[in-house]
């Protein structure tokens, strides 16, 4: 008789989004005149952008003709991505990243499930808590998380960062030494960030203590660059700003908040071939070994569309994209403040973090605004135990959805 793997018997319960999704469901079935307005998972609602539609129809004429139709991709990206992405996105800020060093993958969320893979099952995670439950949920598949312990909510073998209002939501540095080191920036779900000189400290402690960062940049177009601000104050685009990065962070990249691809999928993990292991392996080339047996490539349809961003024409209509959710997210923060709530995020970021009113849990608040006024967020203890007490709302969605649920939790 065959054994189910132990470790995926360890997970707890169901990934967050899925619990959210079932509940929001059940009470449709239950409720089905009412309207449910989703401000929860952060799905994007505005249609791709007509270059990327265009990019995307070419491309499928391309696929109908012998001598331009494409079979497998290149398992790890099309040269005209990485070469795209590595000049647009490092390059051209002064950032030493190799075309070869950006391996094009199918999204954000399977590469920060899957980096895991290239560690030893020994290494010691750190992450932030709250923070985004694939990277730990992805180690515990691993058997790299120890036993789960109710009364904290943790898991023995990780070392939590608890990012908090009393520290600014800025994590610091951990007691234990880690080994891998997951930040996310501008932060999901706190809607966040750190400067270039805090997340300079981190670099340079991981290059201290011998540990790895996997850096998760997926909201960083999000980010709101002040011309006026001294170089330590800016907030990087992506960790390779920071002197040092090169020999000790991996970082992922997502097409799904910057260009609205959480439906079409694409995304790219940048892995420099200065990061080696205590012997020197480079991590680089595991990645590469694991595409390869792993991976046959995104689809050159969508890598098509994803080269369509970089066009000066992309450019101009996802900056609008980004614009139209920006003031999505002003608006729940000030429509949150002005209702008496505390709400934090939602400057450089599309996520607003708000404290649940007082002797309302994460959850009780979830099932509050469901059941009294129909909106749905995602509860921030599901973030983990430093996120009891608070609750996220994404600014994804419509304005007119946005507007109206905020009106309903006005009327609360
Ligand atoms: C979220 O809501 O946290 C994200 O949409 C999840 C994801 O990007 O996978």
């Known amino acids: 008789m065959f054994h189910a793997n132990d470790n995926y018997l360890k997970l707890r319960g169901s990934y967050l989004f899925s619990t959210v999704a079932r509940k929001v469901r059940e009470f449709k079935e239950a409720e089905p005149d009412k309207s449910v307005i989703s401000l929860g998972i952060g799905d994007v609602t505005q249609p791709l952008a007509p270059v990327i539609i265009d990019a995307l129809h070419d491309a499928v004429d391309e696929m109908a003709h012998a001598d331009t139709f494409r079979g497998y991709a290149p398992d790890l990206g099309y040269e005209f991505l990485?070469?795209?992405?590595?000049?647009?996105?490092?390059?051209?800020?002064?950032?030493?990243?190799?075309?070869?060093?950006?391996?094009?993958?199918?999204?954000?969320?399977?590469?920060?499930?899957?980096?895991?893979?290239?560690?030893?099952?020994?290494?010691?995670?750190?992450?932030?808590?709250?923070?985004?439950?694939?990277?730990?949920?992805?180690?515990?598949?691993?058997?790299?998380?120890?036993?789960?312990?109710?009364?904290?909510?943790?898991?023995?073998?990780?070392?939590?960062?608890?990012?908090?209002?009393?520290?600014?939501?800025?994590?610091?540095?951990?007691?234990?030494?880690?080994?891998?080191?997951?930040?996310?920036?501008?932060?999901?779900?706190?809607?966040?960030?750190?400067?270039?000189?805090?997340?300079?400290?981190?670099?340079?402690?991981?290059?201290?203590?011998?540990?790895v960062i996997i850096f998760d940049a997926a909201y960083e177009a999000y980010i709101q660059d002040d011309p006026n601000a001294a170089d330590e104050d800016r907030i990087p685009h992506t960790i390779y700003e920071c002197e040092g990065a090169r020999t000790c962070a991996i970082e992922i990249r997502s097409f799904s908040k910057n260009a609205g691809f959480t439906g079409v999928r694409l995304g790219a993990t940048i892995v420099p071939k200065d990061l080696k292991d205590q012997n020197g392996t480079p991590m680089h080339d595991l990645w590469a070994r694991r595409h390869g047996t792993k991976y046959n490539g995104a689809p050159y349809i969508i890598q098509k569309a994803g080269l369509a961003v970089y066009s000066p024409e992309g450019r101009k209509q996802l900056g609008e994209q980004v614009g139209y959710y920006m003031e999505n997210a002003k608006m729940i923060r000030t429509s949150l403040q002005k209702a008496g709530y505390t709400a934090f995020g939602g400057v450089n970021a599309p996520y607003i973090w708000l404290k649940t009113p007082q002797g309302m849990t994460s959850w009780d608040f979830f099932d509050h605004l469901l059941e009294k006024v129909q909106v749905v967020g995602t509860p921030g203890s599901g973030f983990g135990p430093h996120g009891e007490g608070y609750f996220r709302l994404t600014a994804f969605g419509t304005h007119e959805d946005t507007k109206e649920a905020l009106e309903r939790i006005r009327t609360l």
């Not at 950032?95 to 969320?109: R, W």
């Not at 920060?112 to 099952?121: K, L, R």
């Not at 180690?139 to 990012?163: H, I, K, Q």
Request: proline content about 6%.
């Open 82 to 211: 990485r070469h795209a992405m590595a000049e647009e996105d490092y390059r051209a800020r002064g950032c030493d990243i190799q075309d070869d060093e950006v391996f094009i993958s199918d999204g954000a969320k399977s590469d920060s499930g899957n980096i895991q893979e290239i560690f030893s099952d020994r290494d010691v995670i750190a992450v932030c808590d709250p923070v985004y439950p694939v990277y730990v949920d992805s180690n515990v598949m691993a058997g790299r998380t120890g036993t789960f312990l109710e009364d904290s909510n943790t898991w023995s073998d990780v070392v939590y960062m608890p990012c908090t209002e009393e520290n600014g939501f800025a994590p610091e540095l951990p007691e234990r030494t880690p080994d891998i080191i997951y930040l996310c920036f501008p932060n999901n779900p706190l809607g966040t960030v750190l400067t270039k000189s805090q997340l300079q400290t981190w670099v340079d402690y991981a290059n201290r203590v011998g540990a």
